[in-house]
């Protein structure tokens, strides 16, 4: 089992940065692919970017593709999302989810159904 703790949240003006992190326990945080979402009042959680269990591979959604960097430091189990250049519509609160798998790190999942473990949640607010 797995536990996740997210944190960086805050409020920051249009065009700022954050440093989310989600801290993991356990002893097999190697094994897990582990993806970032979101959720604003009022809409679905949608995916943010993902990372393969050994890092080798990454994915990102099209919204946030050039401006948000996921990496992972597998020693610290600790998982980053880097956000750059925010928007107000990126206000939401950021969820990162745990997915065991030994599968190929290309078959990452982007559907929340498919992670297992997930943290309480950071919220970030972007201000206009």
């Known amino acids: 089992q797995v536990q996740l703790v997210e944190s960086g949240g805050g409020l920051v003006q249009a065009g700022g940065s954050l440093r989310l992190s989600c801290v993991a326990s356990g002893r097999t945080f190697s094994s897990y692919n582990i993806g970032w979402f979101r959720q604003a009042p009022g809409k679905e959680r949608e995916f943010v970017a993902a990372?393969?269990?050994?890092?080798?591979?990454?994915l990102y959604a099209d919204s946030v593709k050039g401006r948000f960097t996921i990496s992972r430091d597998n020693l610290k189990n600790t998982v980053y999302l880097q956000v750059n250049s925010l928007k107000p519509e990126d206000t939401a609160v950021y969820y990162c989810?745990?997915?065991?798998?030994?599968?190929?790190?290309?078959?990452?999942?982007?559907?929340?159904?498919?992670?297992?473990?997930w943290g309480q949640g950071t919220q970030v607010t972007v201000s206009s």
């Open positions: 989810a745990a997915d065991y798998s030994l599968n190929s790190p290309l078959l990452i999942s982007t559907t929340p159904s498919s992670y297992e473990y």
């Open positions: 990372i393969s269990r050994s890092a080798y591979n990454t």
